[in-house]
């Protein structure tokens, strides 16, 4: 990304939930966009205290209305199933013209939601393909969307220059975009991120019901690939609650093709079908060094990790 200043598409951001992604925003546009004033707002009393603190964002208010007046841009960074609830609780303070967004994993359901509540508004929906297992006022960092994907999903009466402020400003703050169709966004999220923490907490929790297996043993021989698993299944349980709700037509349809190819690979094992299981891991292997080619993750060994 370019160290030359952009000029700002929007002149204030008002960020609702200042957790993860709401703070990384914040601290992001004050590193790269710092012509944006920014306010933001979370429900935990705490959290305000902890943003403050931190700076996540330059004024932290001490309720919704005065968070997003006057803002521009209005970026909801809660649980999928609350948006509706946060939407309500800012609308008295919103600007006619203020442009909506959110950072929700699940399209479909969210735009709804905030329809719903803000029939009058512009709703662009936004999806940054970017996060750590850490949640709370503490976990975010200015560069979490360095390199990552931002999915804007507008619905089709959008008007184009808006589309275009608002990639402006995730591209300001290091995001790639990409605009799609708010459902091909969901079945999309559906095989690469949701799925994929459906079985981590899966195995996480079978390896714990194991009796024969003591709790200690899970973690004294966690160096392979169990490790991993258990860092998908620390992230937020409230939001991943709200996600698998919010997008479960499309969770479904693909748990139902996972379920179909285990099955397969299950056969293969039982029939002793080494050709098979052999060809499949080939191919599949070809899909990390995809995600490696195109920097969605590192080459470096142990993934990357310090020790």
Known sequence: MSDVPLQPPFQKVAIIGLGLLGGSIGLALRDHAPGIATTGYDRDPATRVRAAERGLVGTVAEDAVKAVQDADLVIFCVPPLAMGAAAAECAPGLRADALISDVGSSKV??????????????????????????????????????????????????????????????????????????????????????????????????????????????????????????RIAASDPTMWRDVFLSNRDA?????????????????????????????????????????????????????????
């Open 109 to 230: 359901a969210v735009a709804k939601a905030l329809g719903e509540v803000l029939p009058h508004h512009t709703i662009i929906p936004a999806h940054p393909v970017a996060g750590t297992e850490n949640s709370g006022p503490d976990a975010g960092f200015a560069s979490l969307f360095q390199g990552r994907w931002c999915i804007l999903t507008p619905p089709e009466s959008a008007d184009p220059a808006r589309v275009e402020a608002l990639s402006a400003l995730w591209r300001a703050i290091g995001a790639k975009v990409e605009v799609m169709n708010a459902a091909h966004h969901d079945l999309v999220l559906a095989i690469t991120s949701h799925l994929p923490h459906l079985i981590a907490y899966t195995i996480v929790g079978t390896a714990d019901d194991l009796q024969e297996v003591t709790q200690s043993e899970v973690i004294k021989y966690s160096a392979g690939g169990f490790r991993d698993f258990t």
């Open 251 to 307: 969770v479904l349809a693909m748990l139902q093709v996972f379920t179909e190819d285990l099955t397969e690979l299950q056969k293969a094992i039982r029939l002793g079908d080494g050709d098979k299981l052999f060809d499949h891991f080939t191919r599949t292997r070809a899909i990390r060094r995809s995600i490696i080619e195109q920097g969605q993750d590192t080459a470096a060994a142990n993934f990357g990790r310090q020790g």
